[in-house]
């Protein structure tokens, strides 16, 4: 988007600049932060916990459309935050064979209500609806969350992080210009305008797990590291009822996580 044309601006006017990620989509390639998506995930995870009240009062089965085009970040991250049973993404193949058969167990144990996060690149989340009053039997309801997602006062976080950004690329622009300053493994990184725009972006988590069993246990150490309670205390987050989507097959990953998340 927008990199790309400050990459033919430049070629053709030769102008110079400093560049600083930002987007809620948080799909800048080489790039783990971008300003905008920590404010987007809390608006989120507001909208998910107000919908969670009806969902659980009324028994129904909530389908909310999260946005980030292509890229899942926002749908995947606001799951795990909010404890949903579903969530898919563009980055990950959907198995809903194997989701519908833990969905009506855990109805039977007395399951009265789900909350499924689908990202907007993915186009069904109407469909999704329609899966869970045909095949799970819950009456649903969709909600798109929309430009609110744009909005909103900005996070402590999210000031202080563009504060970095801001600094690093103003220490820099005299010194070492015509950069874009990317947060990448905990630090501040500066990188040429091409390599960004020649890059594509990649979700690590999914490509990851899919890759072989030994990264997935790799990644399996990493998520208990960042997520101990969050994944493993709460019976209902999205990882006991995900993982299984990834791979119909028995991998280690989804087996250690069913078995942990119980």
Same mark, same amino acid.
């Given at each position: ?131 869970? @009053? /045909?095949?799970?039997?819950? $009456?649903?309801?969709? *909600?798109? !969350?929309?430009? +609110? =997602? ?5 996070? &402590?976080? @999210? /000031?202080?992080?563009?504060? $970095?950004?801001?600094? *690093?690329? !103003?220490?820099? +622009? =005299? ?5 874009? &300053? ?81």
């Amino acid at each position: 988007g927008s990199f790309r044309a400050l990459d033919v601006f430049y070629d053709e006017f030769k102008m110079p600049f400093m560049g600083i990620p930002a987007t809620i989509d948080n799909d800048i390639p080489l790039n783990e932060y971008t300003i905008g998506v920590d404010t987007a995930l809390n608006v989120i995870r507001h909208a998910i916990d107000n919908i969670r009240d009806t969902a659980s009062s009324f028994n129904r089965a909530f389908v909310i459309e999260t946005m980030g085009r292509e890229c899942g970040y926002l749908a995947l991250t606001s799951a795990v935050a909010n404890g949903a049973e579903m969530c898919l993404i563009p980055e990950i193949k959907n198995n809903l064979d194997n989701l519908k058969k833990r969905f009506i167990e855990e109805v039977k144990r007395g399951r009265r209500y789900f909350i499924a996060i689908v990202a907007e690149g993915l186009k069904i989340s109407e469909y999704i609806k329609e899966w869970f @009053e /045909r095949e799970i039997g819950f $009456e649903s309801r969709v *909600t798109i !969350l929309g430009h +609110i =997602q744009r909005g909103g006062s900005p996070t &402590v976080i @999210e /000031r202080l992080r563009a504060a $970095e950004f801001i600094k *690093t690329a !103003l220490d820099n +622009i =005299q010194k070492n210009p015509n950069k874009i &300053v990317t947060y990448y493994d905990d630090r501040f990184i500066l990188r040429d305008l091409k390599e960004i725009v020649n890059s594509k972006y990649e979700l690590a988590i999914a490509e990851e797990i899919m890759q072989d069993d030994i990264k997935a246990k790799w990644m399996l150490d990493g998520i208990k590291m960042l997520f101990p309670k969050t994944i493993y205390i709460d019976p209902d987050v999205i990882f006991k009822g995900e993982v299984t989507r990834i791979d119909a097959s028995e991998t280690l990953f989804k087996d250690e996580i069913i078995t942990l998340a119980k």
